[in-house]
Structures are given as C-alpha cells and as structure tokens.
C-alpha cells in the first residue's frame, strides 16, 4: 500500500527556519570537489606526552555540542535546481569520525609528513558530517617533542568554515588551561536528530525562499554596479591605476597548470618577534613582511628551475569579512590580487613594491568592495555555480585564458598563548589547505603561541619538493632580516642629530577644531581615547578625552587605556588627507583598535564623521 503524502507535514518542513541553506560562497567550495581536488582545511596538531585515545574520544564526545555542524551533513535540492542545506544526521557515529593508528618506523619529522600528506590526499565522504580526526600515536624522533607524543589530524570541508572560524574551532576543541586534566568532565549530551526533511519540502522551501526575496539579484547587481562605478572614478584619481592588469598582466606558471590526486606540504617555522621587529624598521603590516619572504621563495624555487617569468608573480590574498561579533561557522571572506614583485632581485626593493601594492588596493578588492564581494557570490541563480565550476574543471578551460592569479597567500592569526588538551601541551600546529586545477600552490601562516608556521600546500606534479621550498621560506627570511637589521642600524645613527618629526601632527590639530565646533560629536561619543602612533623606532601618544564640554586632545603616555588605537605616523597622515580609506586600513590590520566594545563603536564613529566633514 503506498505511503500517504501528508501535506501538513510537507509545509510544515518547507517553512521549518532551523533548516539553513548553505551560501553562494560556500556552494563554491564544494563545487569545485574532484577526484584530483578534495576541497577540505586539515590541521597537524603536535601534542606533548603520552595521551590517551580513550580520552581525547571523550573529550570530542563531550564538546560535540558546541558544533552543530559536526552532527550534520548535506543535502541536496533534487536535481541540484539550488544549493543544498544542512540538516541534522540521523545516523550520525562519533567511530566513523575518529581513526587510530601509530606512526610507522622511523617515527621522525618525514615519516609524519608523508603519512599526513596521504591522510589529506584522501577525500571526505559527502554523504556524512564533512569532517574527520586522525590521532597518531607513537612520536618519538621528532627534535624537540617528548618521545610517545601525539599528532592530531583533523579535517574538516571548506564548505563549512574559513580560516578565521577554524581558529575559534580550535578554541573549542582545545582549553588554556593546563589543568584540564584535573578537572571534571561534562558527559556528551544526547542527540536527538531531527528527520530528514522530505524532498518535495525542500522544493517548496527553495521556491518560498526565492519569492520571498525575486528581487535579491537586480538589487544586488545593482548596488555592485554602483560600487563598480564609485571604485573605478577614484582610480581615475588614483595612483593605483598605474598598476592595471594592461600593463602588469598575470604570468602562466609552473603553480598554474593541472594537478595531481597526491597533496604534497611543507613548513617553516618563523619567530613572530623577529617578524614583528622587521615590521617596525619598514613599517607597514606583518602580512607585507610575510608575503615579502614568500616572494622571495617563489623567486629563487622558480629561478632555479629556469622557470621564472619576466613579469611578476600575482597572489591571491585572502581577507576576512568576519565582524567581531559573528558567531557563524561559515565562509566570511573576501579576495585581493596582490603582484609579488618576483621580478625584483633585491630583498628590500621587493618588500617595498609589495608594500605600495597593499596600500594603494588592499581593501578595495579590485575596485569592489569585500561587502559587495560576498554579496555576490550569494545570488548566482540556482545551480549556476555548480555547473560552471563543473565545466572549469571537465573541459580545462585553464588552459584557454591566463590564470587570474599564480599563487594563494593566506595569514590566519591564532591564538596567541599555549593551548592544552586533557592537560597536554600543544606544541605546534600547522594548517593544510586545499588546491585546485589551475591552482596547484597555497602558502597558509598560522601564528601560535609566539611562533608563525608557513605550510605550503601543493601536489606531487606541481611541487614534489615541498620541503625544498619550505627551505627556501626561511633562507628568504634570513636574507631580509639580515638587510632590514643593517638598515635599522644606519637608519638609527642618521637619526642621532635630529630628531624625528610627525607627518600626521596636522591630523590632530584639525581634529581639535572640528570637536570645538561639533559640540554635539563630543556629547554622542563621551569617553577618553588614547592613540599611540608609530615613528619609526619610537612611539607618539596622543589622549583624546571627550569627557567634558570642551575635548582636549594632548600628548600623552597611557599605560592602560580603556581605548587604545594603534598607527603608524605615514598611514595617519595618508588617511587625513585622503589618501587612505579608513575600511582600507581595518582589513589591512594597518591600524588596530583595542578596548571596549562600545569604546570602539564611538571612536569610529568619531573618526568617520571627522573625515567625512
């Protein structure tokens, strides 16, 4: 007898709002999935001293809660007419997610590498939770880690987070709390999944989602086009015209060729200090420092191949979207092509170039904004995205066009102090990332800890020698630390006679005026502010007390702010006087905002009126 179709029940799941869609940027990611191209983030964690399987199960176990999506799959609209959804696994099993195995003999550094190479190699299985964890016992001739420590594996689908929500992953697994072991463990709580929606509701779901919104798309294509318009008139402006894809077109690379199925990595670790003080002799950000010794490796991996191209190597640099306050376990970010200056043969010169492209267009995304960026991706109709992704891979159409950019450069900040689990100490992690067709090269820093680990990731055909290359890495960051140290000490005795003098000391004269004509600016953002600009090898602070009637901005050290604003002297003095944007700057990192939430809120709010008088 057939099934009744009751249609109470049907409705009822069509207009269930815990049902959620994945998003146009996130269906990009498991799209692009091929046998050659398992589109999933995997981290290497090195845990001190002998933990127990049966422990870290329990700990997994008892924290499952805190990740919904770790207890959910996808699936699929029929006939794939719109992106998926996530939805609850009824047949959901922790043993299915978690795998044990001992490190085979020799258990040095390269046995683990290659062992972790074939673990990412292999792909997720789509039809369950897109996750998996690896625990590897029997570490005990690596230098510098206790014999009988651990490693972790952990592999999870890009489709459900980026870099930056992989950190706060992290924070969940994970405690920094050495203690932990002492302390007492919460039991699992139960799952109870909830059925799978009917097929027939997830069509009505898609339409009700579609004619709720038949406008999203020309809205969006609208306000992109205004954005378009708005971006390409200041370029007019600009210097950064002088940078144009006509004149500076996109090389075709050994990195930019088809791959194979066997991923390939290496790392390098660098000291975050000695990253940090480079960045203080050249000013601008530590991303530019990064990029600057990884153009260095490329140049001389590629020169000693006879592979390098007359024109310089472009970088696709990631940039998060993600606000402060967003708690999403998806994909917030935003793209910017950065040229590396490979064709450069002086370290310095090269850091340099680099550093005028990051500031001229960071944050203008090739002329469109990040908001605009995501938006975007959101509203590519139905299976669109899907099928074009499919076509890029199946009739190579790499090979009809120059790439649109050689080489994948991402800087994930982590946590900044040791992270335990069950007591262990985390001794190092280092983050996989995954490549594509056309694409076969991606450099991921992480920062941990004080350390910054530079993992490439490639496959067997593009770069059989990873580690070769992860050499490269720390010989570029000797070679630029060596130049930069001799420049801060002729830099240093140049600056013995005079002392050095404030570009931006026009910026705070200006904004004294506007604060005593704008009484009511001062009244809506109450507080005391103090900003601390960078000069070099010295700091100038400056406080901004808005507490009374009348602001008062004087020079002035503050130990401990409640609102603290961090700048260099040459970015103030671009952003007064229009040079910079103030969103450019933010994603950039150029300057850094630190304090209470709605300190922060009123001081940007009070620098966005000022600059916009």
């Known amino acids: 007898m057939a099934k009744k179709i009751d249609l109470k029940d049907i409705m009822q799941d069509a207009f269930d709002a815990s049902i959620q869609q994945i998003s146009g940027y996130d269906a990009g990611f498991l799209y692009a999935e091929s046998p050659t191209s398992p589109m999933h983030i995997a981290t290497l964690n090195i845990v001190e001293g002998s933990l127990k399987y049966e422990d870290f199960k329990a700990i997994v176990a008892s924290k499952l809660h805190l990740i919904p999506k770790f207890r959910q799959r996808l699936l699929n609209v029929p006939m794939n007419l719109d992106y998926p959804y996530w939805v609850d696994d009824p047949n959901f099993d922790i043993d299915l997610h978690l795998n044990r195995i001992k490190l085979p003999d020799p258990s040095n550094w390269r046995t683990l590498r290659d062992l972790t190479s074939k673990l990412f190699s292999s792909p997720l299985d789509l039809r369950r939770p897109l996750w998996s964890v690896h625990f590897i016992e029997g570490i005990d001739e690596i230098a510098q880690v206790p014999k009988g420590s651990v490693a972790i594996v952990t592999k999870v689908h890009h489709v459900m987070i980026d870099g930056k929500s992989g950190v706060g992953l992290l924070g969940v697994l994970y405690d920094s709390d ?101 960045r203080k002799v050249m000013g601008g950000s530590i991303n530019d420092i990064i990029l600057a010794i990884c153009a260095g490796a490329i140049r001389r991996y590629l020169v000693e191949k006879e592979k390098l191209p007359l024109h310089p190597l472009v970088a696709n640099v990631p940039i998060s979207i993600r606000t402060e306050n ?226 008062v901005i004087k020079k002035k050290k503050n130990l401990e702010p409640k609102v603290l604003i961090e700048i260099e002297d040459e970015n103030l003095f671009a952003l007064y006087k229009g040079k910079l944007f103030l969103e450019e700057l933010k994603i950039q990192g150029r300057i850094k905002i630190t304090g209470t939430a709605s300190g922060k809120t009123k001081f940007m709010r009070l620098l966005t009126a000022f600059l916009e008088r």
């Open 326 to 551: 967003s708690t999403k376990m998806n994909n917030q970010i935003a793209n910017m092509m950065i040229q590396l200056a490979t064709h450069i043969e002086d370290p310095l010169e090269r850091l340099e170039y680099i550093q005028e492209q990051t500031m001229l267009g960071k944050s203008r995304h090739n002329t469109m904004g990040a908001k605009t960026l995501a938006k975007m991706a959101d509203v590519v109709p139905f299976g669109l995205a899907n099928l074009a992704a499919g076509l890029y891979s199946k009739y190579n159409i790499k090979d009809l066009h120059r790439p649109p950019f050689n080489v994948t450069i991402t800087n994930v900040p982590g946590p900044r102090g040791l992270l335990y689990l069950n007591g262990h100490k985390v001794v190092s992690i280092f983050g996989l990332t995954p490549v594509v067709d056309g694409f076969g090269l991606i450099i991921a820093a992480f920062s941990y800890n004080g350390q910054v680990s530079i993992t490439t990731t490639s496959d067997a055909k593009t770069m059989p020698d990873a580690d070769v290359f992860s050499r490269y890495i720390r010989e570029s960051a000797n070679e630029l630390e060596e130049l930069i140290k001799n420049l801060g000490k002729s830099k240093s005795t140049s600056k013995v006679a005079t002392k050095l003098k404030s570009k931006s000391a026009p910026f705070f004269t200006a904004l004294k005026k506007y604060l005593k004509e704008n009484p009511k600016v001062v009244k809506a953002n109450k507080g005391i502010y103090h900003m601390q600009v960078g000069l070099g090898d010295k700091t100038d602070g400056y406080e901004i007390d808005l507490t009374k009637a009348t602001a």
């Open 178 to 278: 050495e203690n932990g072991k002492e302390k007492k463990r919460s039991k699992p709580k139960p799952f109870n999944p909830e059925p799978l929606p009917d097929e027939l509701s997830l069509l009505l779901k898609s339409g009700y989602e579609f004619f709720k919104n038949p406008f999203k798309i020309p809205k969006t294509v609208a306000e992109t086009t205004f954005s378009f318009i708005k971006s390409k008139a200041a370029s007019k402006l600009s210097i950064q015209k002088e940078f144009s894809s006509s004149k500076f077109p996109v090389p075709i690379t050994i990195f930019n060729g088809k791959i194979s199925a066997k991923r390939t990595w290496g790392t390098a670790i660098l000291s975050f200090e000695r990253i940090n003080a480079l």
